[in-house]
Structure formats: structure tokens, C-alpha cells
């Protein structure tokens, strides 16, 4: 009798035998779109709930990159919009204040060649050497930034997404209602 390799893969990758799936698949697609949301959203407050478990187990949830990483899981694309907002209006106050400021970034420049031996400010284009110092800058900046888009993601990517929510919810609840009047 020989081994049917689908169902070992499948067994392998699938907390569900091949027989299961077909039935949930079944029982899925008889909810409404309001019941499927709301089975969802159970879903992933179970989901949530191991996952701190699971750091909580492993001490990740208590370390900055541990933190880090669940916002990433959690939040995945709205979390990178927020720190790319952050890291983009840093920069750009950071370049408002050399800009103000009337900060030689040549002179800089030429400082460093004193102490390397380089001679790079002669070769340096001025709005270049500005906007490589205005880039060094905003990465120093990087241990007071990541703190605060690490305690203010949550509030921020909730904020936008509630909205888009509350709106699904309700077109669902509508969809659903009116699904099971034509029924």
C-alpha cells in the first residue's frame, strides 16, 4: 500500500485533514458576509491572544524588539505607513533646521577630512553634502523616534482603521439582512 503524497503534504502544512477543510469550506460559505466578519473577528482575538502567549513563553513580549516585532505582526502595513511618516517629517524638519540654522555642511565635512586624511568637501556638491548631513542626523534621532512610533502605533493605526470597520460592519449587517430576505 503505497503513501499518498498530497495527503502527507497536506497533513504536513494543515492543522486540518483534507475532509475537514471541505466541510469548513461548506460551512463558511453558508454565512452571511455580517457572520463572517464577526466569526473573523473572534478568529483573530483568539489569534491575538496566543500570540502573547506566546511571547509572554518565549520573553519577547517584555524587550523593545520583541515589542517591535509584534507591532509589525499586528499592524504589519499600517505600521510601516506610521514610521515612514515619522522618519519622513523628521527628516524634513531635520533639513528645515540646517537649512535655517545656515549649517556648513562642507565645513563639517572638512573637519572629518582633518581627522581622516580625505579630502571628500572638495568633492562634495553643496546640496549633496546637505542632504547626506541632514540624512545622518535624522538616523542619530533614531533611538527618540522609534520609542515614540513604538507607543503611538496602536492609537494611530486604530484610529484610521476603526472608521473602516465600523463602515464594513455596518454594510455587512445590511448585505446579511438583506441576503437572508431574498432567501
Given amino acids: 500500500m503505497g503513501i499518498d503524497c498530497c495527503s502527507c503534504f497536506r497533513s504536513t502544512y494543515s492543522a486540518l485533514g483534507k475532509k475537514e477543510e471541505e466541510e469548513e469550506k461548506a460551512r463558511v460559505a453558508s454565512l452571511t458576509p455580517y457572520e ?3 466569526e473573523l473577528r473572534e478568529l483573530d482575538e483568539k489569534i491575538a491572544r496566543l500570540n502573547t502567549l506566546r511571547g509572554i513563553n518565549t520573553g519577547e513580549l517584555y524587550t523593545l524588539r520583541g515589542k517591535f516585532k509584534a507591532l509589525a505582526r499586528d499592524y504589519g502595513v499600517g505600521f510601516m505607513v ?3 511618516c515619522i522618519w519622513t ?9 540646517i537649512e535655517i540654522g545656515g549649517v556648513d555642511a562642507l565645513a563639517l565635512l572638512a573637519r572629518v577630512d582633518a581627522w581622516t586624511g580625505y579630502d571628500m568637501s572638495a568633492r562634495t556638491d553643496p546640496a549633496l553634502g546637505t542632504i547626506g548631513l541632514t540624512i545622518a542626523v535624522n538616523e542619530l534621532l533614531e533611538p527618540l523616534r522609534l520609542p515614540i512610533v513604538v507607543s503611538t502605533t496602536r492609537p494611530v493605526v486604530d484610529f484610521f482603521t476603526n472608521g473602516a470597520e465600523r463602515q464594513s460592519c455596518y454594510l455587512g449587517k445590511e448585505l446579511g439582512e ?3 430576505m431574498k432567501e
Fill in 36 to 38: 463572517k466578519e464577526m
Fill in 178 to 180: 438583506g441576503i437572508a
Fill in 82 to 84: 506610521w514610521y515612514w
Fill in 89 to 97: 517629517c523628521t527628516c524634513a524638519l531635520t533639513y528645515a533646521a
